[in-house]
């Protein structure tokens, strides 16, 4: 089948490869029409399902993934209204504000996210956004132009824990809005940002999708490499627009601190018993999940073993079917802050378990 056209920002955790595959599995399963994708992030997963005319709703905790989605799934004014408003914030003069004191770099201030022409422009849009009063889900069409805006002229690897020492080739671009290519929607959808535990405690789906954010099994490797929080803080600060103390050489919010910010499924540790907490959250989940089918994505990088990630689905369910996606990493989850962790031959797989609950 042909997959929909999707769009994002250059996000870690994009599933984008492996969307013909979950529709590929997920083309062969019977009277499933409500959808759950319960770790949205950049919501290219949800943006496919809603084309293909499920009922979709997508859950993520970020305010960032659930603007994206509000964008996506939900607003439902004409383009050409979109494109009046888009047009206007074009042609605003870029003004120095709080984005360019912070983010803003020109030669003599390398390391930063944006040249100063573009954290000038990103000062007087948002600004504007905020002036214009807009009823929410036009609002999150804005600020979704504006994200996709900003990832096509930083200088960062893709996200912003680290910015690069020179500046990258499209930091040289003039910042400029486009309306985002929403589409017209068969099925009934819905957006929330929640704690996953909630929203499957309170909903019923005939097929959910999780990926969650997996910490490394890398023991030498610090668990804050991989914490969405501090890798998309900005997009945060941006959507909320309340300029908050910030702390680091990159500018971090204060409450994207990984004592504040990290997800349980992220967590490095081990409980008193020896296993993994974020194993047993995982468990959790799957056995709390109320759904015909359960569709799980995992890669190889994670805590637990393939063996582990069986005997969890065998304990809640039926296991359908198991495909392995073996493609190289993507530039982003292949650097390192340590050669230490370097391998060259280090193979990286993605694994879809499908299963059906008990």
């Known amino acids: 089948m042909e997959i929909p056209k999707t769009e994002g920002i250059k996000y870690a955790g994009s599933k984008l490869k492996i969307l013909p595959y979950i529709f590929e599995m997920v083309n062969e399963l019977k009277g499933v029409e409500t959808v759950l994708d319960g770790f949205s992030g950049s919501t290219r997963v949800s943006q496919a399902f809603a084309q293909l005319g499920y009922s979709t709703t997508s859950n993520d905790i970020s305010v960032w993934s659930e603007v994206i989605a509000t964008c996506y799934l939900i607003s439902n004014q004409s383009i050409g209204y979109y494109q009046q408003l888009i047009d206007h914030l074009n042609s605003l003069e870029g003004v120095d504000g709080w984005y360019t004191r912070n983010y803003g770099g020109g030669e003599s201030m390398p390391k930063k996210p944006f040249q100063i022409k573009n954290a000038r422009k990103l000062d007087a849009i948002r600004d504007e956004i905020e002036k214009l009063n807009l009823a929410w889900e036009d609002k999150c069409v804005m600020l979704t132009s504006l994200i996709y805006a900003l990832d096509k002229v930083d200088s960062t690897l893709g996200h912003y824990a680290a910015y690069l020492a020179e500046w990258s080739p499209r930091s040289f671009n003039n910042l400029k809005l486009i309306v985002p290519l929403r589409f017209t929607s068969r099925g009934v959808n819905r957006v929330i940002r929640d704690d996953i535990f909630n929203t499957v405690a309170n909903n019923r789906f005939d097929l959910v999708y999780f990926d969650p954010p997996y910490g490394s099994n890398n023991e030498k490797m610090p668990p804050s490499r991989v914490r969405y929080a501090s890798y998309y803080h900005l997009w945060t600060t941006i959507i ?101 962790w370097i391998n060259g031959d280090e193979k990286h797989h993605e694994y879809l378990f499908l299963m059906e609950k008990i």
Not at 252 to 275: I, P
Not at 300 to 305: D, L, M, Q, T
Not at 321 to 337: Q, W
């Open 240 to 340: 909320r627009h309340d300029k908050p103390a910030l702390f680091g050489k990159v500018g971090r919010r204060e409450d994207s601190r990984d004592d504040k910010s990290a997800s349980v499924f992220e967590e490095f540790r081990k409980n008193g018993n020896g296993d993994f907490i974020a194993m047993n959250a995982l468990k959790k989940l799957i056995e709390e999940t109320k759904a015909h089918y359960l569709l799980l994505s995992y890669s190889s990088g994670g805590r637990a073993s393939k063996q582990q990630l069986l005997d969890m689905i065998s304990a809640s369910g039926k296991l359908l079917e198991v495909k392995l996606i073996d493609y190289k990493k993507n530039v982003m989850s292949s650097m390192r802050t340590t050669r230490e």
